[in-house]
Protein backbone atom coordinates (compact mmCIF):
# COMPACT_ATOMS: atom_id res chain seq x y z
CA UNK A 1 0.00 0.00 0.00
CA UNK A 2 1.65 3.29 -1.19
CA UNK A 3 1.71 6.19 1.15
CA UNK A 4 1.89 9.74 -0.10
CA UNK A 5 2.75 12.87 1.62
CA UNK A 6 3.17 15.97 0.51
CA UNK A 7 4.70 19.56 1.88
CA UNK A 8 6.05 22.75 1.23
CA UNK A 9 2.84 24.42 1.40
CA UNK A 10 2.27 27.97 2.84
CA UNK A 11 1.13 30.93 2.02
CA UNK A 12 2.83 33.23 -0.36
CA UNK A 13 2.38 36.92 -1.59
CA UNK A 14 1.01 37.18 -5.77
CA UNK A 15 3.96 36.54 -7.83
CA UNK A 16 6.16 34.53 -5.26
CA UNK A 17 7.08 30.81 -5.75
CA UNK A 18 6.58 27.46 -3.58
CA UNK A 19 7.62 23.90 -4.55
CA UNK A 20 5.97 21.69 -3.16
CA UNK A 21 6.96 17.83 -2.37
CA UNK A 22 5.13 14.57 -2.59
CA UNK A 23 7.21 11.52 -0.80
CA UNK A 24 6.27 8.27 -1.13
CA UNK A 25 6.15 5.14 0.80
CA UNK A 26 5.34 1.28 1.26
CA UNK A 27 6.35 0.58 -2.31
CA UNK A 28 7.40 2.15 -5.83
CA UNK A 29 6.14 4.88 -7.84
CA UNK A 30 8.47 4.47 -10.47
CA UNK A 31 5.77 2.61 -13.17
CA UNK A 32 3.49 5.22 -12.16
CA UNK A 33 1.73 7.70 -13.21
CA UNK A 34 2.02 10.84 -10.62
CA UNK A 35 -0.37 14.13 -10.91
CA UNK A 36 -1.12 17.32 -8.50
CA UNK A 37 -4.57 18.45 -8.11
CA UNK A 38 -6.17 21.00 -5.89
CA UNK A 39 -9.57 22.06 -4.30
CA UNK A 40 -10.47 25.71 -3.65
CA UNK A 41 -13.25 26.41 -0.92
CA UNK A 42 -16.49 25.78 -1.91
CA UNK A 43 -14.82 24.07 -5.84
CA UNK A 44 -14.84 20.84 -6.69
CA UNK A 45 -11.46 18.70 -6.63
CA UNK A 46 -9.22 20.75 -10.13
CA UNK A 47 -6.77 18.61 -12.06
CA UNK A 48 -3.39 20.75 -11.76
CA UNK A 49 -0.30 18.86 -13.49
CA UNK A 50 0.41 15.24 -14.18
CA UNK A 51 3.97 13.39 -15.02
CA UNK A 52 3.92 9.90 -16.22
CA UNK A 53 6.49 7.15 -15.73
CA UNK A 54 8.07 8.36 -19.09
CA UNK A 55 8.00 11.54 -17.90
CA UNK A 56 5.41 12.95 -20.14
CA UNK A 57 3.48 15.84 -18.99
CA UNK A 58 0.32 17.44 -18.88
CA UNK A 59 -0.72 20.54 -16.98
CA UNK A 60 -4.35 22.64 -16.79
CA UNK A 61 -3.74 25.51 -19.46
CA UNK A 62 -4.26 27.88 -16.07
CA UNK A 63 -0.41 26.91 -15.11
CA UNK A 64 1.10 26.39 -18.05
CA UNK A 65 4.38 28.37 -18.26
CA UNK A 66 4.48 29.15 -14.36
CA UNK A 67 4.24 25.29 -12.60
CA UNK A 68 6.36 22.47 -13.14
CA UNK A 69 5.84 19.09 -12.27
CA UNK A 70 8.87 16.57 -11.91
CA UNK A 71 9.82 13.73 -10.34
CA UNK A 72 13.18 11.57 -8.65
CA UNK A 73 12.93 8.09 -8.81
CA UNK A 74 15.61 7.52 -6.74
CA UNK A 75 13.70 9.22 -3.67
CA UNK A 76 10.71 8.23 -4.58
CA UNK A 77 9.23 12.20 -4.62
CA UNK A 78 7.12 14.26 -7.12
CA UNK A 79 7.69 18.03 -7.11
CA UNK A 80 5.44 20.85 -7.95
CA UNK A 81 7.47 24.10 -8.97
CA UNK A 82 5.20 26.97 -8.79
CA UNK A 83 6.14 30.05 -10.01
CA UNK A 84 4.54 33.51 -10.90
CA UNK A 85 1.44 32.61 -8.10
CA UNK A 86 -1.84 34.16 -8.61
CA UNK A 87 -4.56 34.59 -5.85
CA UNK A 88 -6.81 31.94 -8.09
CA UNK A 89 -4.33 29.33 -7.23
CA UNK A 90 -5.21 29.37 -3.40
CA UNK A 91 -6.17 25.39 -2.07
CA UNK A 92 -5.24 22.20 -0.47
CA UNK A 93 -3.50 20.82 -2.96
CA UNK A 94 -3.28 16.57 -3.27
CA UNK A 95 -0.49 14.50 -5.21
CA UNK A 96 -2.18 11.23 -6.12
CA UNK A 97 -1.05 8.13 -8.01
CA UNK A 98 -2.22 6.35 -10.91
CA UNK A 99 -1.02 2.87 -10.13
CA UNK A 100 -3.25 1.12 -13.37
CA UNK A 101 -1.70 3.92 -15.14
CA UNK A 102 -4.64 4.52 -17.44
CA UNK A 103 -4.80 8.13 -16.94
CA UNK A 104 -1.52 8.90 -19.08
CA UNK A 105 -3.12 10.85 -21.55
CA UNK A 106 -4.69 14.18 -22.16
CA UNK A 107 -8.04 13.40 -21.64
CA UNK A 108 -8.16 11.21 -18.36
CA UNK A 109 -5.48 12.79 -16.71
CA UNK A 110 -7.17 15.44 -15.22
CA UNK A 111 -10.51 12.68 -14.01
CA UNK A 112 -9.79 12.28 -10.12
CA UNK A 113 -11.61 8.93 -9.73
CA UNK A 114 -9.05 7.10 -12.00
CA UNK A 115 -6.36 7.61 -9.56
CA UNK A 116 -5.80 5.23 -6.63
CA UNK A 117 -3.41 6.79 -3.89
CA UNK A 118 -3.64 10.03 -2.12
CA UNK A 119 -2.48 12.17 -0.20
CA UNK A 120 -3.98 13.89 2.71
CA UNK A 121 -2.76 17.49 1.42
CA UNK A 122 -1.26 20.94 1.75
CA UNK A 123 -2.64 24.28 1.96
CA UNK A 124 -1.41 26.92 -0.55
CA UNK A 125 -2.25 30.71 0.39
CA UNK A 126 -1.73 33.45 -1.79
CA UNK A 127 -2.74 36.76 -0.86
CA UNK A 128 -2.63 39.91 -3.89
Known amino acids: QVQLVESGGGSVQAGGSLRLSCAAS????????MGWFRQAPGKEREFVAQ???????YYVDSVKGRFTISRDSAKATVYLQMNNLESDDTGVYYC??????????????????????WGQGTQVTVSS
Open 96 to 117: TADSARVTARQSLCLRPHLYDY
Open 51 to 57: ITWLTTV
Open 26 to 33: GGTISPYA
